[in-house]
């Protein structure tokens, strides 16, 4: 059974800064694109930014500059440390992970920007 579970959300003020991670349990399998997903209520989630397996990188536009995603194999776990945080990132943030065959969600967590 393949487990995908999100840590590290919490709330923080304007310009603050958090560190996300996201632990993936897939027994023998390679998680070759691990990534970032954000959602708000009553929106669509969108891609914030993923990395391969070789550590390849994309960030989504919005965030370029403020984020860096990484990852590490031996213990199949990726992160995401967010700087200069503003009140539209606050949102529900969820990782993904591929498998090659299927893609895994965790069940999110909860990132709140707010003075």
């Known amino acids: 059974q393949v487990q995908v579970v999100e840590s590290g959300g919490v709330l923080v003020h304007p310009g603050g800064s958090l560190n996300l991670s996201c632990a993936a349990s897939v027994g023998a399998l390679i998680i070759y694109t691990m990534g970032w997903y954000c959602q708000d209520l009553g929106k669509q989630r969108d891609s914030v930014a993923s990395?391969?397996?070789?550590?390849?990188?994309n960030y989504a536009d919005p965030v370029k500059g403020r984020v860096t995603i990484s990852r590490d194999n031996t213990k199949n776990t990726v992160y995401l440390q967010m700087n200069s945080l503003k009140p539209e990132d606050t949102a529900v943030y969820y990782c993904?992970?591929?498998?090659?065959?299927?893609?895994?969600w965790g069940q999110g967590t909860q990132v709140t920007v707010s003075s």
């Open positions: 993904n992970v591929d498998i090659g065959l299927n893609d895994y």
């Open positions: 990395i391969t397996y070789g550590g390849t990188t």
